[in-house]
């Protein structure tokens, strides 16, 4: 009988994956990557046309020895590592590695592991995809590039183990950009207006929205405005204008992407991007179900496509006809992939088997395990289902020359959302009016409610809003999103509070110099723009080396110039007046991962530490002592009394020694504006040049 060798990446497909070929195939795991470019240098000879330098990866001698003797009893080897650039580049090396014979290894790759998935894949066997492993190695160059030509200019430069990305930098930048808009935003005031209004023989009220004068809408921007409107309804009568019914339908999701699933999971089940994807890679390589043994439960995770097999949709569309009825499923096609980015080879995330539901396989899954699988299982039904139709009732009530509105919606047919609504939906949900409302009723005032508000500065990013980004910029690939976070998380540049992303002092110190040195690695454009190269590598419309010729050169020439210019700014340990306790010498600033501290320069004999309080020379407007640079335990910044925790005095802004001409109040920098602290006050004035040295 033959004998067939299947190298797979992971050792927890082995079993599945054998379970499925029967006795003949013998399966084995390559542990992922078995080949890559040296830790200790650079690894591509720049001399003679950019040639990567491959070794086999430290500790992976023993399996590739025991990989080569099974390749060898076998009749035929079938490369099955995962079903992207990254799978096809390990059994690309797999096959270098082995010194496999051309004429007895194919390529296999199935989207899911099921029976009938990976037999259809022995069946479909190719050869390599070299324009799939060409991509993989230009983003593996430009990557290692980037990396080992910039991050030794920061260790200079900030003296510490700190590192440059591609993406990681972009990343950084855009964390960077936002946290600028919202430090220089300043908050306008604004009203609104609302009516308690009763229909006659009703209990209830009608809470009506002050719309504009006329048909026009009218922003209420000062009290003087809101004291005028008020003025001009005094006495009058409120009536019924115009009542409008209709119908609005709310299509049914689009199936999970890496990114929409790493979105919404963050919202849902507050998981981060690094979670999400962990739990992910185990639905997908399987796991032990009660009755069926080792199962996989969902298809790859690495997808930026919405594309749904006509197996698997018709399989959604008769499991929805049986447990929901005719008038649940959807009819005709549903929506396509609109991402012109998206590379179509994969589908969407999916179950395996519509029909394993969550219930059924609750008991056997941990509760992350289960609730993941559980909202990607929903996500799939509901978009093989009908949209959901709401009754929609919108009511004019005039009151003289002023409109105030009311609108209210109730779900007629509930549709998709039968099964799955989603993290923003749900706090929108129905909002009905009392009973049906008709034209020329006459109202009951009762009372007005005005409210006092101001604008607030756009939102931190989360990990969802920075992956949606990064998505909708063209930035990073599916595989990209969770590593990039983790990186900058892990470097500590970023700091995570509740769901929210702050910079750290390191952070920005970095940041700043990537923007000032290499300021194309960090545009948002010229990385998307790089990506969309990367694209026409694997499309086979562009050699790989082109990139990296037309790349390499302007990366040298920066780093060579920031290499002249940092050199004359080579930073010295600062000294500072503070004495160590222990051995008497005048204590230095040094930078640690959390940003500066004050550390003896008689190391490694003293080694006495202390955090470094940076004095900003401003008075604390509560006690009068310094006002110093603090940071919260996750290392974000924020300015408060040298003399905490008796004073309490805190502020996120830097406060600055002016006070406010208006209220006397102290006034904090925002930008290039110098704003009081109390917006209730609102004074705003331009910072003194002097100042922003200062």
């Not at 993941?372 to 009754?391: H, N, T």
């Not at 409109?403 to 109730?410: E, I, N, P, W």
């Amino acid at each position: 009988m033959a004998k067939y060798l299947v190298i797979v990446e992971s050792p927890a497909k082995v079993k599945t994956v054998k379970k499925y070929l029967g006795a003949n195939y013998e399966v084995a795991a390559s542990m992922g990557h078995v080949r890559d470019l040296p830790k200790s240098r650079l690894g591509i000879d720049v001399e003679h046309d950019f040639e990567p330098k491959y070794i086999t990866i430290r500790g992976k001698g023993e399996l590739l020895a025991s990989l080569r003797k099974a390749a060898k009893k076998a009749d035929k080897v079938y490369l099955a590592t995962d079903p992207d650039r990254e799978g096809e580049a390990i059994s690309w090396h797999l096959s270098i590695a082995l010194n496999l014979d051309e004429n007895k290894m194919r390529r296999i790759t199935f989207n899911e592991i099921t029976k009938s998935a990976v037999k259809a894949s022995i069946k479909q066997a190719r050869d390599i995809d070299m324009n799939l492993v060409d991509e993989q190695q230009a983003r593996r160059c430009l990557d290692r590039m980037v990396g080992y030509e910039i991050s030794p200019l920061l260790w200079k430069k900030i003296k510490r183990g700190l590192s440059a990305g591609r993406v990681q930098s972009v990343a950084l930048r855009i964390i960077g950009d936002r946290e600028d808009e919202i430090n220089a935003f300043i908050p306008k005031e604004y009203w609104t207006l609302e009516a308690d209004l009763k229909i006659p023989g009703e209990k209830k009220p009608l809470v009506a929205k002050f719309h504009g004068k006329g048909s026009e809408k009218m922003a209420i921007e000062t009290k003087e405005q809101l004291d005028e409107i008020l003025k001009g309804l005094e006495n009058e009568t409120f009536t019924v204008s115009e009542v409008k019914k209709g119908e609005r339908s709310k299509k049914a999701p689009l199936p999970f992407t890496t990114s929409t699933l790493q979105q919404e999971a963050s919202k849902v089940l507050n998981f981060s991007t690094q979670k999400t994807m962990r739990l992910a890679q185990q639905l997908y390589e399987g796991v032990e179900v009660k009755g069926k043994g080792t199962i996989a439960l969902i298809s790859y995770l690495r997808t930026d496509s919405t594309r749904i097999s006509e197996e698997a949709d018709a399989a959604a569309r008769s499991f929805i006809q049986e447990q929901y009825g005719t008038k649940y499923t959807a009819s005709g096609d549903t929506t396509e992939n609109k991402n012109s980015k998206a590379q179509d080879a994969h589908e969407a995330i999916r179950p395996t088997d519509v029909t394993n539901t969550p219930v059924m396989v609750k008991e056997s899954l941990p509760r992350d395990l289960f609730r993941l699988y559980q909202l990607i299982w929903k996500r799939f039904v509901a978009s093989r289902m009908q949209p959901a139709v709401y009754e929609t009732t919108s009511v004019k009530i005039s009151g003289g020359e002023y409109l105030f509105t009311v609108a209210a919606s109730k779900i007629k047919f509930d549709g998709f959302m039968s099964v799955y609504v989603q993290a923003d939906e749900e706090k929108a949900q129905n909002n009905t009016l009392v009973r049906s409302i008709d034209k020329d009723t006459v109202l009951d005032f009762q009372e007005f409610d005005e409210q006092q508000h101001f604008t607030q500065p756009p939102a931190h990013y989360t990990e969802a809003s920075l992956v949606k980004t990064l998505e909708e910029l063209g930035i990073g690939r599916p595989s990209t999103y969770a590593p990039t976070i983790s990186l900058i998380l892990g470097r500590r540049y970023v700091t995570k509070e509740g769901k929210n992303l702050y910079m750290t002092e390191i952070g920005e110190v970095v940041n700043n110099m990537m923007k000032q040195s290499f300021p194309s690695i960090v545009d948002v454009h010229f990385t998307a723009n790089m990506e969309g190269l990367l694209d026409m590598v694997e499309e086979g419309k562009v050699p790989w080396k082109e990139v990296i010729r037309n790349f390499y050169p302007d990366l040298d020439e920066a780093v060579q110039k920031a290499e002249k210019e940092l050199e004359s700014v080579k930073i010295e340990d600062e000294v500072t007046d503070v004495v160590c306790e222990e051995c008497g010498r005048n204590m230095v600033i040094k930078y640690g991962p959390h940003g500066k501290f004050l550390a003896c320069p008689g190391f490694p004999e003293c080694r006495n530490t202390k955090p470094y309080l940076e004095k900003i020379g401003v008075p604390c407007p509560i006690c009068g002592k310094d006002v110093v640079i603090r940071k919260t335990k996750k290392g974000r910044r924020y300015y408060g009394c040298e003399n905490n925790p008796e004073c309490e005095f805190m502020s996120w802004q830097k406060p600055s020694k002016e006070k406010c001409p208006q209220c006397g109040g102290y006034m904090v920098e925002k930008g290039n504006k110098l704003v009081c602290a109390d917006e209730q006050c609102g004074y705003v004035t331009s910072l003194k040049k002097e100042q922003d040295h200062a």
